[in-house]
């Protein structure tokens, strides 16, 4: 499966509101050039980026079940969606089991295993501290005990110094 085929199918489906569409092309984005820019190895940078292609894949789901989808709900719930997801594809199980593994711990900001996991982690958390506009000094305190890259944190600082400047407006 490339990785235009999971966005492709993930824009397909009915579920999936415009905003969650626009979400996950941004933080694949970032994902992927995090990814590329710390040196993934070619697996470990795809099975990142169709994490992050599917990362929400449960909150439409959550939504409509719960009315909220919060973290621990997609924790619980994700992997389902996704072995749905994925059935019928060329995707290795054993990428499969990586991404459900992604998709259910990131919203788990300790005991982060992995360099993909880790920028998934990056790159959710920028965009939605933009998404949101989120308070610069919130940014800056939760950012830069979560960011390890180096990537990651070039980027961080950059969104903090746009905040602040919008805060100042
Ligand atoms: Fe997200």
Redesign the pocket.
């Known amino acids: 499966m490339r990785i235009s085929d999971a966005i492709a199918k993930m824009i397909d489906s009915p579920h999936n509101s415009v905003h969650d569409i626009e ?1 996950l092309l941004k ?1 694949h984005s970032l994902a992927r050039c995090i990814g590329q820019l710390e040196g993934l190895d070619e697996q470990t940078l795809y099975t990142l980026e169709l994490a992050a292609v599917v ?2 894949i449960s909150c439409p789901y959550l939504r409509e079940k719960y009315h909220s989808a919060p973290g621990e709900l997609q924790e619980k719930e994700s992997c389902g969606y996704l072995r749905e997801f994925f059935s019928g594809t060329d995707v290795a199980e054993e990428i499969v089991q990586r991404v459900c593994l992604l998709v259910s711990r990131h919203h788990t900001y300790h005991d982060i295993e992995g360099q993909d996991l880790q920028i998934l982690l990056e790159a ?1 958390f920028l965009v ?1 501290a933009a998404e949101k506009h989120l308070p610069p000094s919130t940014v800056e305190n939760q950012g830069h005990k979560l960011f390890k890259t180096s990537a990651g944190l070039r980027f961080l600082n950059n969104l903090i110094l746009q905040l602040n400047l919008n805060t100042q407006e």
């Open positions: 979400h933080v990362h929400d959710d939605v």
